[in-house]
């Protein structure tokens, strides 16, 4: 009798220290996978920040930069559902969706700050070029009155040469 309650005494402490164990192993592992998620959230906020900066940098310079804006709106729908799923405790899911938003926005500060020099370079050739059509213009304009003037005073002095003078008699 003795071994037997020795046995289920030895069984019931086994079995006590392996539940203990796994349930500190889950809470350590929910820590970790929390830990997890959170750095994940932070990394995507961290790349949603360095791409809004970028995109808002390329359409001060006049870039086209509708794409760009469509994909900084998918990545933060994500970083909101990891969000989202970090306040519920899937963290799984909040690490996920955080890694879904930095893929979404993979090439976003890239294409923005090349969006952004070309229209830079673009802006700079169109004021030279609108400078030039107007120095063009002006010169053109002023060439066009020196003719018309040269015209109209030939034309004046030959009107005024040809007529004759009339001598009315009270006059004399």
């Given amino acids: 009798m003795k071994v037997t309650q020795s046995l289920r005494l030895v069984a019931a402490v086994s079995a006590f220290l392996i539940v203990a164990s796994s349930v500190l192993m889950s809470s ?7 830990d997890l998620a ?9 790349s949603v920040e360095t791409a809004f900066v970028a995109v808002s940098a390329a359409e001060a310079a006049g870039a086209y930069v509708t794409l760009l804006v469509d994909r900084l709106n998918v990545s933060v729908e994500y970083l909101a559902l ?4 970090l306040r519920t405790n899937d963290f799984y899911r909040a ?15 890239e294409d923005a700050e090349a969006l952004g020099s070309s229209a830079k370079t673009e802006s700079n050739a169109r004021s030279s070029m609108m400078a030039m059509l107007s120095i063009a213009s002006a010169a053109g304009v002023a060439c066009a009155s ?14 005024i040469l ?4 009339e001598v009315s008699p009270n006059e004399s």
């Fill in 162 to 165: 040809t007529k004759e003078v």
């Fill in 82 to 85: 990891a969000n989202m799923y």
């Fill in 38 to 46: 959170i750095l994940a959230i932070d990394n995507a906020k961290s």
């Fill in 28 to 34: 350590v592992k929910a820590s970790e996978a929390e």
């Fill in 95 to 109: 690490a996920q969706y955080a890694d879904f938003c930095v893929d979404a926005l993979a090439g976003v500060s």
């Fill in 146 to 159: 020196l003719l018309c003037w040269r015209f109209f005073k030939k034309q004046y002095y030959k009107h």
